[in-house]
């Protein structure tokens, strides 16, 4: 039974059931591109290369380079447009340059491409650490791109790589939620929550900001319309606390969050920017187990994304909202 923190609020989701169909899918066998990927802004695009030691072992993967930019960016994407799916690539990600490597989905390719990023940097030093990283471009400002949600050494399984080598970057799309995996694990904060972007193309991405040579090896890209079977799922409720949602997005006055407990724990549920500081204090507490909802007015702060972040004797919770 629901207990609420302040005015309750009922929400029904439907249920989708989905095959496991493979929508699109690009192995580069033989040297040869099975499907059309267009260059990106910057004039950059998938190639093929040899390279021995790809994860499945044909010798052939896919090569996107920044050079036409002259550093900086290098995208590539391809045309067909998908909803609701389940995305998969592996990825080669070095731990001796570059900024960010990685895959792009739901994208807009009018213009400055803009959509959603997963990227990966292992390199250690400079201004920005090694993560995991969920972002999404703006069409407004596709070059200006607004974090999402990251995950560190302390969240990404088996840590941050200290050689460079291939990874499976995964995500898992149904309407406003996304799901993430590493490497066939799920991260941890799943599903997060974003409206921007509805449907859209996939692609490739490759940036750093000095280096005018540098490449992504992307090999066997796969779309599913649903996650395949042998990909772990989230914990269950039992396990950890849970943020499910905040209703309505973006906030405008008043809203909900909905979280639920696996035990009966004191809580506090706080508001932070994307630095990491507390912005405001939306709840404490001592609740159940089970499904919470709380109430809460939109706090005197700049319009954006923040994070709102539940923190019990369970464990921590946090997801993305915006504030209009």
Do not use: C
């Not at 940097?121 to 069409?139: A, K, N, S």
């Not at 309407?175 to 997060?192: A, K, M, N, V």
């Not at 940036?207 to 779309?223: A, F, H, Q």
């Not at 914990?235 to 696996?262: N, Q, R, W």
């Amino acid at each position: 039974m629901s207990r609420t923190l302040g005015i309750v609020v009922l929400f029904l989701f439907p249920i989708a059931l989905f095959s496991q169909d493979i929508l699109f899918e690009e192995r580069f066998t033989d040297g040869q591109m099975q499907n059309e990927w267009l260059p990106g802004f910057n004039g950059n695009s998938m190639d093929v290369e040899s390279f021995l030691t790809n994860p499945s072992g044909d010798g052939w993967v896919g090569k996107l380079g920044n050079h036409i930019s002259g550093g900086n960016v290098g995208a590539t994407h391809a045309t067909p447009v998908f909803s609701d799916f389940y995305l998969e690539a592996q990825v080669y990600v070095p731990v001796d340059e570059g900024v960010y490597f990685g895959i792009e989905f739901r994208l807009d390719t009018a213009g400055l491409s803009s959509g959603y990023q997963f990227v990966a940097r292992f390199t250690p030093g400079g201004m920005v650490t090694p993560r995991l990283r969920f972002r999404v471009r703006p069409t407004e400002n596709p070059g200006m791109p607004s974090v999402l949600r990251d995950w560190d050494a302390t969240e990404i399984p088996g840590g941050i790589p200290t050689a460079s080598g291939w990874h499976k970057l995964a995500v898992k799309v149904q309407g406003h939620r996304f799901w993430f995996y590493y490497d066939d694990q799920e991260l941890p904060g799943s599903p997060l929550m974003d409206f921007t972007f509805l449907d859209g193309t996939i692609g490739g991405y490759v940036w750093d900001s000095s280096n005018p040579m540098l490449n992504l090896y992307i090999d066997d890209i796969l779309v599913y319309s649903d996650k395949p079977l042998g990909i772990s799922d989230p914990p269950s409720a039992a396990d950890s606390p849970a943020l499910l949602g905040v209703y309505p997005s973006p906030v405008h006055d008043a809203a909900t969050a909905i979280f639920e407990m696996p035990t009966a724990s004191h809580v506090s549920v706080e508001l932070l920017n994307l630095l990491g500081q507390r912005v405001g204090v939306i709840a404490a507490g001592d609740v159940p187990a089970g499904r919470q909802e709380v109430s809460w007015n939109r706090p005197s702060v700049p319009r954006g994304m923040y994070i709102l972040r539940l923190t019990s004797e369970a464990g921590i919770s946090a997801r993305p909202v915006l504030l209009d």
